[in-house]
């Protein structure tokens, strides 16, 4: 301890003893709040950009918020999240016990597709100056039971999908950001508006033919032929007509 312990009364004796050992208890506890703050920079709060202090650095950065750089990435990790969960469905429809093959590549593609939605993302992000940080995904169910509980499982997550791009749209307008808010109006959300509806048919027609029997082979046949509107689907053209 560094005193002289040995004139002292017993019961000072004690009490050094009792503060040396709190001292100690402190230190340690000072330490690990220290850990514990160093490793808050790198541990995801919500999904926001944790090196938005880095970015703000690079000399391409103008006129992009950290508000805005947050939501893009956010929406980056929803469609790989979305991308993720597609393959594993589309490797449902894969199975021996399942197989139909027109789903698992309708499914495949949704995959696909928004693998690299997030690439365009992650792109816009770097041209602007920002940084997207990886972060962990989510692991898919896999329990599915038919096409039907597949296929409302893609309609919940879309409907996520939409919501986020909403998000995106509002922070990035907030934010100033003109080209952005345009290139999500006219190619992001006109196109998700069109999955919605797609996916939407497409569950109608399994619920009408029912998941067991010939009536989703052929519609599997049709999905496989002849993609989402060889099934039925009639994704809403209005805003493209609208555009013309």
């Known amino acids: 301890m560094g005193l ?24 340690a506890a000072q330490q690990a709040v220290g850990r514990l703050t160093r490793l808050q920079r790198y541990q995801p709060k919500g999904v926001q950009s944790l090196l938005a202090g880095e ?29 993720y969960t597609y393959r594993v469905i589309a490797a449902y429809f894969a199975r021996s016990d399942v197989a139909l ?4 590549e309708y499914f495949r593609k949704k995959s696909e597709d928004s693998l690299e939605k997030a690439q365009t993302f992650i792109d816009y992000m770097n041209s602007r100056g920002g940084i997207f940080i990886f972060q962990m995904l989510e ?10 509980d597949a296929m409302k499982h893609s309609l919940a997550m879309e409907l996520d999908i939409s919501d986020s791009l909403l998000k995106v749209h509002r922070v990035c ?18 196109r998700q508006v069109e999955h919605l509806k797609e996916i939407a048919d497409l569950l109608t027609n399994i619920e009408r033919v029912g998941h067991k029997g010939v009536g989703i082979y052929i519609l599997d046949r049709a999905l496989k032929q002849g993609g989402a509107e060889g099934a039925g689907a009639n994704p809403n053209t209005g805003l493209q007509e609208a555009e013309a």
């Open 139 to 148: 692991a898919p169910r896999y329990d599915w039971t038919s096409a039907t």
């Open 4 to 27: 002289q312990t040995k004139h002292l009364h017993p019961l000072a004796l004690v009490i050094l003893l009792i503060f040396a050992d709190l001292a100690r208890v402190g230190s």
């Open 101 to 104: 093959g027109g789903f698992e």
């Open 173 to 190: 307008t907030e934010g100033g950001d003109p080209q952005f808010t345009d290139t999500l109006e006219t190619f992001f959300m006109r």
């Open 55 to 83: 970015s703000m650095k690079l000399q391409q950065r103008q006129n992009f918020n950290i508000a805005s750089e947050e939501a893009l990435s956010a929406h980056a990790r929803v469609e790989l999240q979305a991308s």
